[in-house]
């Protein structure tokens, strides 16, 4: 095969994520999650402008939805796949003149390092953290802590493997023959074919980010409040805080 499945968001998947609603329904719910958890948090900070970073903007469909949350933020929408991202612009034009949302074109962790220590009210994500490597995702929950300002919120509504192998399995299958069923009533064998490649990257040991792991990471990268507040399937929001200077 000749494509290049080391970059699959800038491809046919790029193309054709609005697709992800059919095959995965929770993923739209997870980013309205992610944008009630933001006005949520918003409701107790009501005088104040708040900085967000959206890390794994994609095609604009989390961002939407924090936008919505609140008119009182400022909000940096990161994402280096640029097919997806100009989706992103073309969909999100008229926040982008009013000021209020701006992108970033490079990869998550670089977007966090030009960030300065206690700066960023709220770093929301849905759907990419479970993407990256385990070093690389390490690194990122590092710098997300250190550009979170005291008392600022962690928001993640991502793909956390059950802890239960058996169970994950069972329902990772149950993913597959969703996707089969969706796709090829589609007629969209292509994408089928890099979706599954997709999944099998998420499942593989150097990327998969399991719950109990993940939350003790927070922990021990000195988090607290964590929470694992939702959950379907492999589905889950957690939530974690910065501590508030003493």
């Not at 939350?215 to 964590?226: C, D, P, S, V």
């Amino acid at each position: 095969m000749s494509e290049n499945y080391d970059a699959l968001f800038s491809g046919i998947i790029g193309k054709d994520y609005d697709m992800l609603n059919l095959i995965c329904p929770q993923a739209t719910k997870m980013s309205h999650l992610v944008g009630e958890t933001l006005a949520q948090f918003a409701e107790r900070k009501r005088n104040d402008t708040l900085n967000v970073v959206e890390l794994g903007g994609g095609t604009g469909i989390t961002t939407l939805a924090l936008l919505n949350a609140t008119e009182n933020t400022r909000i940096l929408s990161v994402d280096n796949e640029p097919v997806m991202q100009e989706q992103a612009k073309n969909h999100l034009k008229s926040w982008v003149e009013s000021g209020q949302l701006t992108f970033s074109p490079v990869d998550a962790l670089s977007a966090l390092h030009y960030l300065p220590s206690a700066s960023v009210d709220v770093i929301a994500s849905a759907y990419t953290l479970h993407n990256f490597l385990n070093l690389y995702r390490s690194d990122v929950i590092a710098e997300i802590y250190r550009v979170l300002k005291p008392g600022g919120k962690f928001i993640n509504g991502d793909r956390y493997a059950l802890d239960n192998i058996s169970l994950h399995t069972k329902t990772t299958q149950e993913e597959v023959a969703g996707y089969f069923r969706v796709l090829v009533a589609e007629n969209k064998l292509d994408l089928l074919e890099h979706w599954i490649i997709h999944l099998f990257n998420d499942e593989s040991e150097n990327h998969i980010m399991r719950e109990t792991p993940a939350l003790e990471a927070l922990q021990e990268t000195g988090f607290m409040a964590i929470n694992l507040s939702y959950r379907s399937g492999v589905n889950a929001l957690v939530t974690a805080m910065k501590p508030e200077k003493k």
